[in-house]
């Protein structure tokens, strides 16, 4: 596609349920990066991909985050056991690849509310 | 590790004045780059602006230019001519391992 693609656009879940996010990154582009924006706040680095290796993990929030990335396209961003506290937007990212020398193209993102 | 700090949660400028933006970074990287992004209410994410460490010449891109003082891991974001279409949340992103970002500043311009 032209842009990056995420899916849902908005998500309500119940809390204790398993959420899963998709994001479709710009064709070829290797890396991509997801990030957690609450409201009105900056953007919380998650995890970053190169192809399908995560070389960095430590943003993860804790062990009910999970992501995924197959292919060397699509990515999935796992939250099991939802709490009201992952309320938040969830934003993807792709670029050509790996972040030193190219912007980064970001997606509308995914509006995730757990009540 | 890679960290990017923006000190000043709000900012507020009067329409067609002037105003800079602080952003300051830190990493172990020799070879990176420094953006600022602007997120309008629609949550886009928009590119402003683009600076390449090796360059000691400061990006300028229409009424948007910086000033990157490499040493001090300083790099300021300066609007002229500020319009209503700049209010927004603007953030200073590094680009080294991964990209990291800071924390924003709220951008208000008064008519």
């Known amino acids: 596609g032209a842009g990056v693609s995420q899916s849902p656009s908005n998500k309500v879940t119940e809390k204790g349920k398993d959420v899963e996010l998709r994001c479709d990154p710009i064709?070829?582009?290797?890396?991509l990066y997801w990030y957690r924006q609450s409201l009105g706040q900056g953007l919380e680095f998650l995890i970053y991909?190169?192809?399908?290796?995560?070389?960095?993990k430590s943003g993860l929030p804790s062990d009910r985050f999970s992501a995924e990335r197959t292919g060397g396209s699509v990515s999935t961003l796992t939250i099991q056991r939802t709490q009201q506290e992952d309320s938040a937007v969830y934003l993807c990212a792709s670029s050509p690849r790996r972040g030193e020398n190219t912007e980064a193209f970001f997606g509308q993102g995914t509006r995730l509310t757990v009540v | 590790a890679q960290t990017v700090t923006q000190s000043q949660p709000e900012m507020s400028v009067q329409e067609a004045e002037t105003v800079t933006l602080s952003c300051t970074y830190d990493t172990s990287e020799s070879d990176y780059y420094l953006f600022w992004y602007k997120q309008p209410p629609s949550r886009q994410m928009i590119l402003v602006i683009r600076?390449?460490?090796?360059?000691?010449q400061n990006a300028t891109e229409n009424r948007f230019s910086v000033n990157f003082q490499k040493a001090a891991k300083s790099f300021s974001l300066k609007i002229s001519d500020s319009q209503l279409g700049d209010a927004a949340m603007y953030f200073c992103?590094?680009?080294?391992?991964?990209?990291?970002f800071g924390a924003g500043t709220r951008l208000t311009v008064k008519p």
């Open positions: 064709s070829g582009h290797t890396a």
């Open positions: 600076q390449e460490a090796y360059k000691q």
């Open positions: 992103a590094l680009g080294a391992n991964d990209m990291r």
């Open positions: 991909f190169q192809g399908n290796s995560a070389p960095d």
